[in-house]
C-alpha cells in the first residue's frame, strides 16, 4: 500500500512540474511573439504573386462594437482580398450597417449576401454556405461578426499559411472591455488560463487545438473533407475543421495577432452558461483534453503538487500550496497585461482592466468557481447558442431543441 501511495505521490508531483512547465512556456510564447509583432512581407510582393484572400464575415444582428469590427476588416492592409457578408434574415438589423460601410470603401471588394442555406443544425455555417460557394480565392478567412482585428493581421497570416505544411492559420482570442464583474471574470479565464495553455499546447503542435473565431486555410483543403456543408451537423465546427485539415497531414500555425471580442456586460449566470457550453461542446469531441482540464488548473493542480510534495519530500503543505498560488497568479498578471498592452484596440480604459487589485477580485473568483462550473457542465448536454437550445450528442453532433 505504501508504494502505491507513493508512486501517486510522484505522479502528481511529475504532473505539477510539467504543468508548471506548460504556463511558463505559454508566457515566453505569448512574450516572444505578441510583444514583437513582424511586418508583413506577402501584401509588398508584385500584386500577380499576391495570394488572393476572400473573407467571410457571418453576420447576426449588432454585436458589441460591430462597426468597428467590421471596420477592422476593410481596414486590411493587403492588397488582394474580397470581403463577403453574410446575414441569414433579410430584417436583419446589421444591414443598414454593413450598406453605409459598403459605400464607405469602394475600393474594397464587398458584397452582402442574404439568406441562409439550411445543410445542418449549426447557424453559422448555414449562415456561410452561400458566401463560401460565391468565393473567387482559394484563401478563406472566416472572421466571427464580434471580433476586432489589427490592420496587419491579414498579411501576416498569409506569411504563416505560405510555409511548407501549414494548413490553417488561426488567432489568440483575446477578451476585452468587460462592463460587469462577470465579464471580468470571463476575461481573466481567457485571457490567461485559456491563453497560456493555448499558445503552449500550439506552439509544441502535438494535436490539433482550434478555436474558430479567426481561421485561414484553403478552400481545397476543406473540398477534401467534404466541403463547409459537411461541418453544419457539429456545433463546435471549429474543432471539427481543425482536426480534418491536421488529417491532411497540415499543421496550424498562429500568427503575431489577436482576435480581440469586447464583452461588454456579462450576468454571472451569463457566464456559467458559457463555462458549462464550452465543456459540453468540447467533451465528446476532445474528450481526453476534456477529462483532464480539472487537473490543469491552479487549485487542483497546486493540491497535487503540495500533497506529493509532502509526502515525497516532506514539505509541508499549506506553504507550498501558498507560494504555488502566489506564483501562478503572478505568472497569469504578467500574461494578462502583456496581452492588453499589445491588443490592437489597447486603450486607457482596456488597460485600467489591468489593475492589480481589479485582476485578483476576478482571478481569484474564475479559479475558485473553476472546478464546480466543470463539474456542473459534465454532469450536463444540453448548451444554448443564440438563444436556440441544444442537445449534445455523443457523437459530436447536436440536436435542436
Request: proline letters at 5%; a positive charge; charged letters at 15%.
Amino acid at each position: 500500500m505504501a508504494d502505491l501511495v507513493h508512486l501517486a505521490a510522484s505522479v502528481c508531483v511529475v504532473w505539477y512540474c510539467f504543468m508548471v512547465f506548460l504556463s511558463l512556456f505559454g508566457q515566453y510564447v505569448a512574450q516572444k511573439r505578441y510583444t514583437k509583432k513582424p511586418k508583413p512581407v506577402s501584401p509588398t510582393l508584385p500584386l500577380e504573386e499576391v495570394p488572393g484572400v476572400s473573407i467571410l464575415r457571418p453576420l447576426k444582428g449588432l454585436d458589441l462594437e460591430i462597426e468597428a469590427n467590421l471596420r477592422s476588416s476593410f481596414q486590411q492592409r493587403y492588397p488582394k482580398f474580397e470581403l463577403i457578408l453574410s446575414v441569414a434574415s433579410s430584417s436583419d438589423p446589421v444591414i443598414p450597417l454593413v450598406e453605409r460601410l459598403m459605400k464607405e470603401y469602394p475600393r474594397v471588394p464587398s458584397r452582402l449576401i442574404v439568406g441562409d442555406r439550411v445543410v445542418g443544425i449549426n447557424p453559422k455555417i448555414n449562415n456561410m454556405i452561400q458566401s463560401y460557394d460565391a468565393t473567387s480565392y482559394d484563401i478563406i478567412w472566416i472572421l466571427d461578426s464580434n471580433v476586432h482585428v489589427d490592420h496587419d493581421t491579414l498579411g501576416r497570416s498569409v506569411d504563416i499559411l505560405q510555409k511548407p505544411g501549414i494548413g490553417l492559420v488561426h488567432h489568440l482570442p483575446m477578451a476585452m472591455q468587460p462592463a460587469s464583474f462577470a465579464a471580468k471574470v470571463e476575461q481573466a479565464f481567457l485571457n490567461t488560463n485559456h491563453a497560456k495553455m493555448y499558445l503552449a499546447i500550439n506552439a509544441v503542435g502535438i494535436a490539433s487545438c482550434v478555436m474558430g473565431k479567426s481561421n485561414l486555410y484553403r478552400r481545397s483543403h476543406l473540398e477534401k473533407a467534404g466541403g463547409l456543408a459537411a461541418f453544419g451537423k457539429y456545433m463546435a465546427e471549429d474543432n471539427i475543421v481543425g482536426e480534418a485539415i491536421w488529417a491532411q497531414g497540415l499543421r496550424h500555425g498562429m500568427s503575431a495577432d489577436m482576435a480581440c471580442q469586447t464583452l461588454g456586460t456579462i450576468t454571472p449566470k451569463e457566464y456559467g452558461a458559457r463555462r458549462a457550453r464550452w465543456v459540453r461542446l468540447r467533451k465528446y469531441i476532445v474528450t481526453a483534453a476534456t477529462l483532464t482540464e480539472p487537473f490543469t488548473e491552479s487549485i487542483v493542480c497546486g493540491a497535487m503538487g503540495a500533497w506529493g510534495a509532502f509526502y515525497v519530500w516532506h514539505i509541508p503543505f499549506l506553504p507550498f500550496f501558498a507560494l504555488h498560488w502566489i506564483a501562478w497568479c503572478v505568472n497569469d498578471y504578467y500574461l494578462f497585461s502583456t496581452l492588453a498592452t499589445h491588443a490592437p484596440i489597447s486603450n486607457k480604459k482596456q488597460l485600467k482592466a489591468t489593475h492589480v487589485i481589479s485582476f485578483l477580485a476576478a482571478w481569484i473568483t474564475r479559479e475558485i468557481l473553476a472546478l464546480p462550473l466543470y463539474l456542473y457542465a459534465m454532469a450536463g448536454t444540453e448548451i444554448t447558442w443564440r438563444h436556440q437550445r441544444y442537445r449534445c450528442l455523443s457523437d459530436g453532433t447536436a440536436a435542436p431543441l
